[in-house]
């Protein structure tokens, strides 16, 4: 394979690693009072990478660093989303952050950091390459998580985070060596077209593939990898919680396709990995949804639920076709939009010294305000995969791809779930609708969160209604990349 050794493919990974470290020298020398410098260029330097990614050079599918990076229509389709979720993030956070003293600069430039690890990872094309990029972005959330130096809780839940986090990079670094001994390549090309004519050796290949397996349903937070997902989410600044809970997602599913959709696809392997992932699948739809239930903390409630969403996204990923991938990739999209909408108005309802985070603070919302309870319950809706919210079409594709595949009873099972997962999405909306406030204290938040955060509540109802042309780009950037 003849591979460009130009550096454009990587061009928005360069603009941003140098508008990163331009961020962090400005910052040193600006006041406190004009930290909001710092938010700016934060924003503009995603801004800058948005642009250059949909309009830089290049073609469907460009290499660089000697076949290393890879520039495809997948990779650019998710950085495009993940820079809308990360400026999301941070319109939401910035009220946030100045109410607890973390309006500082160390929270973006280890943001936008994240945000290059989730970059490399999403156009990795050699198991090292996909190894760095996931280990810059792991590096950057455990300080994230860390970041309110004064709470024990945080700090609690970093250390989790980081002993947890290293233990699961460990085992998927050890599979990686595997698939390495086993192939002699680390480069994903290579070792696809090695394993396609049976020249990898089968045994050390497979102990490979279960500890990248363990890895992958760590970064998903999938059963039975998902011991850190509750605490973290608990312990972290919501803000953080918010980062945590949105972005990466993107980042996860990438890592998922190169190593399962491209890497390990071949006949032989996907009838080895795809029962695990029924495992891993059923077991998180089970424990995400049946747990949540007895949460009185939305964070930790939100967390059971993201295990149990990502349970449902491998759904998707077990037919091991473009069309249950494109309907896997479009559940991610749908539920970093779900998560950022539900996170945000967490943080809406937050102030200066008080955290909106039990399910009591969502008591009379619609008496306090009749449109973010509304904004709240379309999230809900979603959530709960109830028509006509993008949440029911995300759950109905990916059931559909399952039933193709040929699980039948599978699809039954999530169905009887998502039934279960109804009840703590709609306890919140009975609190909201049917109960006297708690808290009578105005609603605090800057006008452009506002907005914000209303576009992205009514994008539940948009892509509920009209989900062909997102789900049509999905299954475009995915036919042309595996």
Same mark, same amino acid.
């Given at each position: 394979?003849?591979?460009?050794?130009?550096?454009?493919?990587?061009?928005?990974?360069?603009?941003?690693?140098?508008?990163?470290?331009?961020?962090?020298?400005?910052?040193?020398?600006?006041?406190?009072?004009?930290?909001?410098?710092?938010?700016?260029?934060?924003?503009?330097?995603?801004?800058?990478?948005?642009?250059?990614?949909?309009?830089?050079?290049?073609?469907?599918?460009?290499?660089?660093?000697?076949?290393?990076?890879?520039?495809?229509?997948?990779?650019?389709?998710?950085?495009?989303?993940?820079?809308?979720?990360?400026?999301?993030? @941070?319109?939401?956070?910035? /009220?946030?952050? $100045? &109410?607890?003293? #973390?309006?500082? !600069?160390?929270? *973006? +430039?280890? %943001?936008?950091?994240?945000?290059?690890?989730?970059?490399?990872?999403?156009?990795?094309?050699?198991?090292?390459?996909?190894?760095?990029?996931?280990?810059?972005?792991?590096?950057?959330?455990?300080?994230?998580?860390?970041?309110?130096?004064?709470?024990?809780?945080?700090?609690?839940?970093?250390?989790?985070?980081?002993?947890?986090?290293?233990?699961?990079?460990?085992?998927?670094?050890?599979?990686?060596?595997?698939?390495?001994?086993?192939?002699?390549?680390?480069?994903?090309?290579?070792?696809? @077209?090695?394993?396609?004519? /049976?020249?990898? $050796? &089968?045994?050390? #290949?497979?102990? !490979?593939?279960? *500890? +990248?397996? %363990?890895?992958?349903?760590?970064?998903?937070?999938?059963?039975?990898?998902?011991?850190?997902?509750?605490?973290?989410?608990?312990?972290?600044?919501?803000?953080?919680?918010?980062?945590?809970?949105?972005?990466?997602?993107?980042?996860?599913?990438?890592?998922?396709?190169?190593?399962?959709?491209?890497?390990?696809?071949?006949?032989?392997?996907?009838?080895?990995?795809?029962?695990?992932?029924?495992?891993?699948?059923?077991?998180?739809?089970?424990?995400?949804?049946?747990?949540?239930?007895?949460?009185?903390?939305?964070?930790?409630?939100?967390?059971?639920?993201?295990?149990?969403?990502? !349970?449902?996204?491998?759904?998707?990923?077990?037919?091991?076709?473009?069309?249950?991938?494109?309907?896997?990739?479009?559940?991610?999209?749908?539920?970093?939009?779900?998560?950022?909408?539900?996170?945000?108005?967490?943080?809406?309802?937050?102030?200066?010294?008080?955290?909106?985070?039990?399910?009591?603070?969502?008591?009379?919302?619609?008496?306090?305000?009749?449109?973010?309870?509304?904004?709240?319950?379309?999230?809900?809706?979603?959530?709960?995969?109830?028509?006509?919210?993008?949440?029911?079409?995300?759950?109905?594709?990916?059931?559909?791809?399952?039933?193709?595949?040929?699980?039948?009873?599978?699809?039954?099972?999530?169905?009887?779930?998502?039934?279960?997962?109804?009840?703590?999405?709609?306890?919140?909306?009975?609190?909201?609708?049917?109960?006297?406030?708690?808290?009578?204290?105005?609603?605090?938040?800057?006008?452009?969160?506002?907005?914000?955060?209303?576009?992205?509540?009514?994008?539940?109802?948009?892509?509920?209604?009209?989900?062909?042309?997102?789900?049509?780009?999905?299954?475009?950037?995915?036919?042309?990349?595996?």
């Amino acid at each position: 394979m003849e591979y460009v050794t130009p550096l454009y493919p990587a061009f928005a990974e360069l603009f941003l690693l140098a508008a990163t470290c331009v961020i962090l020298l400005v910052d040193v020398f600006l006041p406190e009072r004009r930290r909001g410098v710092t938010y700016a260029l934060t924003l503009l330097a995603l801004a800058g990478a948005f642009g250059i990614t949909l309009f830089g050079p290049g073609t469907e599918l460009d290499y660089a660093f000697s076949g290393m990076f890879v520039a495809d229509l997948m990779a650019n389709v998710l950085k495009l989303l993940l820079y809308i979720a990360v400026a999301v993030v @941070m319109v939401y956070s910035r /009220g946030y952050l $100045r &109410g607890r003293d #973390l309006y500082r !600069g160390e929270f *973006f +430039v280890l %943001a936008l950091f994240a945000t290059l690890g989730m970059m490399v990872m999403i156009s990795a094309n050699h198991l090292l390459t996909l190894y760095l990029g996931l280990e810059l972005l792991a590096l950057s959330l455990y300080g994230l998580v860390a970041l309110q130096r004064d709470s024990a809780v945080a700090t609690e839940a970093a250390m989790k985070y980081f002993v947890l986090g290293a233990l699961a990079s460990g085992m998927l670094l050890y599979g990686m060596s595997m698939i390495y001994g086993a192939t002699g390549s680390l480069e994903i090309t290579r070792i696809q @077209m090695l394993v396609a004519e /049976g020249e990898a $050796r &089968g045994l050390v #290949l497979l102990f !490979g593939l279960v *500890f +990248v397996i %363990a890895g992958i349903g760590f970064k998903l937070g999938a059963v039975p990898f998902h011991m850190w997902v509750p605490d973290v989410y608990h312990g972290a600044p919501t803000a953080v919680t918010l980062f945590i809970g949105s972005a990466p997602k993107i980042a996860a599913f990438a890592f998922l396709m190169r190593l399962l959709g491209q890497t390990l696809e071949s006949q032989f392997l996907f009838e080895q990995w795809q029962p695990m992932l029924i495992v891993m699948a059923v077991l998180s739809m089970a424990i995400g949804n049946l747990t949540a239930i007895v949460q009185s903390n939305v964070k930790r409630m939100l967390a059971y639920s993201t295990i149990s969403h990502m !349970g449902f996204m491998l759904l998707g990923v077990l037919a091991g076709n473009v069309e249950g991938y494109g309907a896997a990739m479009f559940y991610v999209v749908i539920y970093v939009l779900m998560s950022l909408a539900a996170f945000g108005t967490v943080l809406l309802l937050s102030r200066k010294g008080f955290e909106a985070d039990t399910l009591d603070d969502f008591r009379g919302l619609n008496r306090r305000s009749p449109w973010f309870a509304f904004i709240m319950l379309l999230v809900m809706f979603a959530m709960a995969g109830i028509p006509p919210t993008a949440g029911f079409y995300a759950k109905l594709a990916v059931l559909e791809a399952t039933v193709q595949a040929g699980f039948v009873w599978l699809a039954v099972v999530a169905v009887l779930f998502s039934l279960v997962g109804a009840f703590y999405y709609l306890r919140i909306v009975k609190l909201m609708y049917f109960d006297e406030p708690v808290d009578t204290a105005p609603i605090e938040a800057t006008a452009d969160m506002r907005a914000l955060l209303s576009v992205n509540g009514l994008a539940m109802l948009v892509f509920g209604i009209l989900p062909q042309p997102l789900m049509g780009l999905c299954l475009y950037a995915l036919q042309f990349s595996l």
